[in-house]
T-cell receptor
Framework: ETGVTQTPRHLVMGMTNKKSLKCEQHLGHNAMYWYKQSAKKPLELMFVYSLEERVENNSVPSRFSPECPNSSHLFLHLHTLQPEDSALYLC??????????????FGSGTRLTVV | TQLLEQSPQFLSIQEGENLTVYCNSSSVFSSLQWYRQEPGEGPVLLVTVVTGGEVKKLKRLTFQFGDARKDSSLHITAAQPGDTGLYLCAGCVNDYKLSFGAGTTVTVRA
C-alpha cells in the first residue's frame, strides 16, 4: 500500500470523450496535487489543493477540471482533449502545503493516451 | 527555461561502477529533494537537504547540497541493477512549491 492510489493506471480516450482520473490518499495529508509528466520534460504542476481549497491553477487549459470533494480524494475531469495531452498524470500529497523536508508522496500515475 | 538543470540526461554503466548526477540552478533554494522513479511508478523521495554544504548518506548513495544552496549532486558507489531508474531533483522555491528538473535516466547493466 503506497498510501496514494490512482485509478485507472492506463487510459486511452478519443478527443471527444469525457473521462475522469481518480486519486485517493490514506496518509492523513492536507495537501494534494496534480502533475503532468511528459517525456524529456520536467514535471509540470497543474493544480494544488490545500484543505480541499484550490490554491493554485497553473494556467492549465479548461479541458482539465479538478475536483476535491474531501481531503482524501482528488479527481481530474477530462473532456475534449488533444493528442499533445497524452502523458503520465501523477497525483501527490503532502502533510500540508508547506512541503518543507517531508516531500511529496506520489501515486503510480495514470498513463493517458489521446487518440 | 528550466529552473533546475540536470546532467547528464542519460547514464549507462556496468554493475559495480560509480556514478554522479548533477543538479544545477542559478536560483537559491530553501531545500532540495531527490526522488527516484522506476518505470510505471511515481517518484519516491530519497532525501531532503536543507543546509548549504550539507552531505547526507543513504547506504551507497551520497547527496551533497552546494554551499550557496543552488546546486546538488548525487553519487552512487558500486551501482547495482536495482539502482536503475529516473533520478529527479526538486528545489523548494518557497514554502510550498517544488520545481523539478527533467531528470537523469540511469541504467545499471548486470
Amino acid at each position: 500500500e503506497t498510501g496514494v492510489t490512482q485509478t485507472p493506471r492506463h487510459l486511452v480516450m478519443g478527443m471527444t470523450n469525457k473521462k475522469s482520473l481518480k486519486c485517493e490518499q490514506h496518509l492523513g495529508h492536507n495537501a494534494m496535487y496534480w502533475y503532468k509528466q511528459s517525456a524529456k520534460k520536467p514535471l509540470e504542476l497543474m493544480f494544488v489543493y490545500s484543505l480541499e481549497e484550490r490554491v493554485e491553477n497553473n494556467s492549465v487549459p479548461s479541458r482539465f477540471s479538478p475536483e476535491c470533494p474531501n481531503s482524501s480524494h482528488l479527481f481530474l475531469h477530462l473532456h475534449t482533449l488533444q493528442p499533445e495531452d497524452s502523458a503520465l498524470y501523477l497525483c501527490a500529497s503532502s502533510q500540508d502545503q508547506a512541503v518543507g523536508g517531508l516531500g511529496y508522496t506520489f501515486g503510480s500515475g495514470t498513463r493517458l493516451t489521446v487518440v | 527555461t528550466q529552473l533546475l538543470e540536470q546532467s547528464p540526461q542519460f547514464l549507462s554503466i556496468q554493475e559495480g561502477e560509480n556514478l554522479t548526477v548533477y543538479c544545477n540552478s542559478s536560483s537559491v533554494f530553501s531545500s532540495l529533494q531527490w526522488y527516484r522513479q522506476e518505470p510505471g511508478e511515481g517518484p519516491v523521495l530519497l532525501v531532503t537537504v536543507v543546509t548549504g554544504g550539507e552531505v547526507k548518506k543513504l547506504k551507497r548513495l551520497t547527496f551533497q547540497f552546494g554551499d550557496a544552496r543552488k546546486d546538488s549532486s548525487l553519487h552512487i558507489t558500486a551501482a547495482q541493477p536495482g539502482d536503475t531508474g529516473l533520478y529527479l531533483c526538486a528545489g523548494c522555491v518557497n514554502d510550498y512549491k517544488l520545481s523539478f528538473g527533467a531528470g537523469t535516466t540511469v541504467t545499471v547493466r548486470a
